[in-house]
T-cell receptor
Framework: AQKVTQAQTEISVVEKEDVTLDCVYE???????LFWYKQPPSGELVFLIR??????QNEISGRYSWNFQKSTSSFNFTITASQVVDSAVYFC?????????????????FGKGTSLLVTP | GAVVSQHPSWVICKSGTSVKIECRSL??????MFWYRQFPKQSLMLMAT?????????EQGVEKDKFLINHASLTLSTLTVTSAHPEDSSFYIC?????????FGPGTRLTVL
C-alpha cells in the first residue's frame, strides 16, 4: 500500500522568506511517480512537478525547487523568496508507474496537504 | 500541460434529486479518467477510475449505484450523483491522465439542501 505524509498542516511566512514543505512517502513499488500540486482558494489543482522514482536529480524551476531523496523516502518542496500569490494548499502525491492489475494504479494517493500562508 | 474542463462548476440541488457532472479532456484523448472527492479542509480521495468503453472501477466504500460513471468517449466522462443527500455535498474533481501525469479539472462544488 502507498502512503504520503505531509506533517506540516499549516505554515505561515512573511513575504520574501524561503519555505520548505515536507513530504515523506511509503510504497512497495520499485517504480513510481511523485507529484506536487498547488490548490489555490479557487479549488483547481495546478500541476507543479512529476518525478520518476529512478531519477533522483533535484530540480529547480524559477523560485521553486524540489529535493528527492530516495534513501529517506522524501520529496521536499522549497519556495524561495515567497510571494503572497504562493498562498495555497500544496499537495504531495504518489502513484504507481506500471500498475499490474488495473488502471486504478495510476490514481494518485495524496498527502493531507500543507496550507501555506504568505503575508506581506 | 493538458486542459481538462468540468461542468458545472457549482450546483445546488434538493435532496433526492440527481446531478450529472461532466469532465472533458479538451486537447488530448484519455482512455482513463479519475473522479475524486474533497471535503472541506481535507485531502482528495479517489472515488473511482473511469475507463473508456468499459465499467468504472470503484474504490472500497463508494456505492456504484449511487455514483454512476459513464465514459462513453475518449474525451468525456460523466459522474451522476443519484438521489443526492446533504452528506453528498462536497467538491468533486476529475482528472485525466496524459503523458504519465494527471491533469485536473476545475472541480464542481455540490451542495445538497
Amino acid at each position: 500500500a502507498q502512503k504520503v505524509t505531509q506533517a506540516q498542516t499549516e505554515i505561515s511566512v512573511v513575504e520574501k522568506e524561503d519555505v520548505t514543505l515536507d513530504c515523506v512517502y511509503e510504497t512497495r513499488d520499485t517504480t513510481y511517480y511523485l507529484f506536487w500540486y498547488k490548490q489555490p482558494p479557487s479549488g483547481e489543482l495546478v500541476f507543479l512537478i512529476r518525478r520518476n522514482s529512478f531519477d533522483e536529480q533535484n530540480e529547480i524551476s524559477g523560485r521553486y525547487s524540489w529535493n528527492f531523496q530516495k534513501s529517506t523516502s522524501s520529496f521536499n518542496f522549497t519556495i524561495t523568496a515567497s510571494q503572497v500569490v504562493d498562498s495555497a494548499v500544496y499537495f504531495c502525491a504518489l502513484s504507481e508507474a506500471r500498475p499490474l492489475n488495473s488502471n486504478s494504479g495510476y490514481a494518485l494517493n495524496f498527502g493531507k496537504g500543507t496550507s501555506l500562508l504568505v503575508t506581506p | 500541460g493538458a486542459v481538462v474542463s468540468q461542468h458545472p462548476s457549482w450546483v445546488i440541488c434538493k435532496s433526492g434529486t440527481s446531478v450529472k457532472i461532466e469532465c472533458r479532456s479538451l486537447d488530448f484523448q484519455a482512455t482513463t479518467m479519475f473522479w475524486y472527492r474533497q471535503f472541506p479542509k481535507q485531502s482528495l480521495m479517489l472515488m473511482a477510475t473511469s475507463n473508456e468503453g468499459s465499467k468504472a472501477t470503484y474504490e472500497q466504500g463508494v456505492e456504484k449505484d449511487k455514483f454512476l460513471i459513464n465514459h462513453a468517449s475518449l474525451t468525456l466522462s460523466t459522474l451522476t450523483v443519484t438521489s443526492a443527500h446533504p452528506e453528498d455535498s462536497s467538491f468533486y474533481i476529475c482528472s485525466s491522465r496524459a503523458r504519465d501525469t494527471q491533469y485536473f479539472g476545475p472541480g464542481t462544488r455540490l451542495t445538497v439542501l
